[in-house]
């Protein structure tokens, strides 16, 4: 008899969250671990904040953390280079030119180079149980 079919592949994984990020949860960190050179606009969007760092010539990286409501938010332009995230407090921080490491904290990387995003993966599911063993025949 002919060999069964094979068996289809698998879905492909979602992007690896360590990918080139350009935006990851916590808040701008510069090489040396500090917080760089920024200017702070409260009551922003996180559209209005990003349009306020593509309308300065020098920004090189945007810190946007959620207050009370998405029409209050507190946005900080950065004009220091921001390598990575810390602490975490609601804080996004978002790069327009190279990629973002976790620096220790566990921040979840939400936008990958590119444009593509991500979000935190779903855990898998449980395994499958044994299939009962057949009995066997006395000797």
Known sequence: ??????????PS??????GCCAARTGGCRTATNGKGSYDTYK??????CEA?????????????????????GRCE??????????????STC???EGCLTDGGNDGV???LRGGATSSPRAPPPPPQPSPPSSPRAPP
Do not use: K
């Open 13 to 18: 994984a979602p992007p690896a969250l360590d």
């Open 109 to 111: 990387c939400v936008r």
């Open 43 to 48: 009551g922003q969007t996180l559209a209005q």
């Open 1 to 10: 008899s002919p060999p069964p079919p094979p068996s289809p592949a698998p």
């Open 94 to 96: 978002f790069v327009t």
């Open 77 to 90: 332009i950065h004009t220091a280079v921001a390598t990575h995230t810390a602490g975490h407090g609601g």
């Open 52 to 72: 306020l760092c593509g309308a300065s010539g020098a920004c090189v990286a945007y810190e946007y953390t959620y207050e009370a409501n998405a029409d209050d």
